[in-house]
Nanobody, 123 residues
């Protein structure tokens, strides 16, 4: 049974930083593309970042490029999202997702999902 468990969310002031973690189990982690998505109230879930199984390639939404960094530790079966220079527009529930295949930016292409962690940025 595949499980993805996110942690690290919370309340932060504008300009602050947070580091999200996603611990995976029940899958061949090193072979999985891992992605981060977010969903703000009243909005659709949107792509944030993705990383290949080897960690050799990363992909970002334009809205977070230069501020967020995705990384992974295959020895720990964990993927991270370092978020810097946060603003109120980053307030959302952040989800970790996994898929096998090529990196993807659409949520429908990811098979496995975590339960989400709330990030709130105050102005």
């Amino acid at each position: 049974q595949v499980q993805l468990v996110e942690s690290g969310g919370g309340l932060v002031q504008t300009g602050g930083s947070l580091r999200l973690s996603c611990a995976a189990s029940g899958l061949t982690f090193g072979g999985a593309v891992m992605g981060w998505f977010r969903q703000a109230p009243g909005k659709e879930r949107e792509f944030v970042a993705a990383i290949r199984g080897s960690g050799s390639n990363t992909y970002y939404a334009d809205s977070v490029k230069g501020r967020f960094t995705i990384s992974r530790d295959n020895a720990k079966n964990t993927v991270y999202l370092q978020m810097n220079s946060l603003g109120p527009e980053d307030t959302a529930v952040y989800y970790c997702a996994a898929r096998f295949g090529t990196p993807a930016t659409m949520s429908a292409q990811y098979r496995y999902w975590g339960q989400g962690t709330q990030v709130a940025v105050s102005s």
